[in-house]
């Protein structure tokens, strides 16, 4: 079974710049997460989809921070612009709706980013 | 924020020792779940515990919750380098799931 897919794997960019990353989440799973985890910290909740629809946004700074997930399959998290404090990895993960690992997480490799 | 809190932040052991980290979480759970994350990569689902669990095991890994102090804790029995890595636990399930701060074991061979 293909795991979650994401790209490009490293980013840098310089401040006000903006970017795009990209996720396949694995066939099947309806949910898909971004998280941001800084250095040193914990993975931080930025957006939720539930097939092609919003969950959960209440973290996502919407200033400059978009997502979307066309079609209920592959997403998109945009910056525009870029701050340095941005510099992070980004976590793509998804998971079943229904099932016995319903409530399990599969993460992809994640996206460093680093802002100049 | 963070809901979990984990400590100690680092641990570093002989391999074959235990590894024994905690996390501690503020609002009520209807489970909590470990995760690990080696270097560079994404992370992947160790184990699930629910709350009306107190104990379980898989394979190496022991798990316990106690509900009535907002805590858990993971064991990792005889270590090995392979296992040098962070660990998180995480709440939520289903909706908004948070995680802690980590803790980072590193075990020498």
């Known amino acids: 079974e293909a795991g979650v897919a994401q790209s490009p794997r490293y980013k840098i960019i310089e401040k006000r710049q903006s970017v795009a990353f990209w996720c396949n989440p694995i066939s099947g799973h309806a949910t898909l997460y971004w998280y941001q985890q800084i250095l040193g910290q914990g993975p931080k909740l930025l957006i939720q989809?539930?097939?092609?629809?919003?969950?959960?946004d209440s973290q996502l700074p919407k200033d400059r921070f978009s997502a979307e997930r066309l079609k209920g399959v592959d997403s998109t998290l945009k910056i525009q612009p870029a701050k340095l404090e941005d510099s992070a990895v980004y976590l793509c993960?998804?998971?079943?709706?229904?099932?016995?690992?319903?409530?399990?997480?599969?993460f992809g490799p994640g996206t460093r980013l680093l802002v100049l | 924020s963070q809901q979990g809190e984990e400590d100690p932040q680092a641990l570093s052991i002989q391999e074959g020792e235990n590894a024994t980290m905690n996390c501690s979480y503020k609002?009520?759970?209807?489970?909590l779940q470990w995760y690990r994350q080696n270097s560079g990569r994404g992370l992947v689902h160790l184990i699930l515990i629910r709350s009306n669990e107190r104990e379980k095991h898989s394979g190496r890994l022991r798990v316990t919750l106690d509900t009535s102090k907002k805590s858990s804790s993971l064991l990792i029995t005889a270590s090995r380098a392979a296992d040098t890595a962070s660990y998180f636990c995480a709440t939520g399930g289903y909706q908004k799931v948070t995680f802690g701060t980590g803790t980072k074991l590193q075990v020498i061979p």
């Open positions: 993960a998804s998971r079943f709706t229904s099932g016995r690992y319903q409530e399990t997480q599969y």
């Open positions: 609002t009520s759970i209807n489970n």
């Open positions: 989809f539930q097939n092609n629809g919003v969950v959960d």
